[in-house]
């Protein structure tokens, strides 16, 4: 079965605090992983796609790496504007639509 | 600035009337957007897959003739829930995919309370 889970679930860290938040994946034939970041009451955000195993983007403070079973979105010496729920999610096989994981709810205290 | 643009941000509605909201992709055509639901503090669900020029696909358990799908441009989708409901209450979020599925975006998002 297609599954996509994220942990932890809820995350708080220290301004500074570097961490990673965890994407796990079981999807065959995977076209794409997804990273968003999404506000209170707002859309997803787009971050970053990732297509093969050994690919990593970054973008200000995060960084995001792929293997075959899992994403990782690392964080370095967050402030508290990176408080957010973060998303990922990716298209399950013959769809065009993206399968979201739970998120994970970052908050960092100043 | 956005890509996708969702309109409006925040309706209340009573019992029993219809609520229309937009979706538009701005910077690129779209035969394909699809429409999402939130409830608090979880993950997206996809309700549907709207088609330009054709029926809107549903997921399991969408009751179509609650959520009308149109797509009459290759910009512009939008959904129309009838004879809302307070169990209609909920963060609807529509989504465009650029044709390469290198990126997908979001629209800001549509918060319904059915009062």
């Known amino acids: 079965e297609d599954q996509v889970t994220q942990s932890p679930e809820a995350l708080r860290l220290q301004e500074g605090e570097s961490s990673s938040l965890n994407c796990s994946y079981t999807v065959s034939g995977l076209r794409g992983l997804f990273w968003y970041r999404q506000d209170p009451g707002k859309g997803p955000e787009f971050l970053f796609t990732?297509?093969?195993a050994g690919e990593e983007k970054e973008k200000e403070r995060l960084k995001a790496t792929l293997t075959k079973k899992e994403s990782f979105l690392h964080i370095t010496a967050p402030k508290p504007e990176d408080s957010a729920t973060y998303l990922c999610a990716v298209p399950l096989p013959g769809a065009n639509n993206l399968f979201f994981g739970t998120g994970t709810r970052l908050t960092v205290i100043p | 600035g956005a890509v996708v643009s969702q309109h409006p941000s925040r309706v209340i509605c009573k019992s029993g009337t219809s609520v229309k909201i937009e979706c538009r992709s701005l910077d690129f055509q779209a035969t394909t957007m699809f429409w999402y639901r939130q409830f608090p503090k979880q993950s997206l669900m996809l309700m549907a897959t709207?088609?330009?020029?054709?029926?809107?696909?549903?997921e399991q358990g969408v009751e179509k003739d609650k959520f009308l799908i149109n797509h009459a441009s290759l910009t512009l989708s939008t959904l129309t829930v009838t004879s809302a409901h307070p169990e209609d209450s909920s963060f609807y979020i529509c989504?465009?995919?650029?044709?390469?599925?290198?990126?997908?975006?979001f629209g800001q998002g549509t918060r319904l309370t059915v009062v």
């Open positions: 989504s465009a995919n650029k044709w390469d599925f290198t990126e997908a975006f």
């Open positions: 990732l297509y093969s």
């Open positions: 709207s088609n330009e020029g054709s029926k809107a696909t549903y």
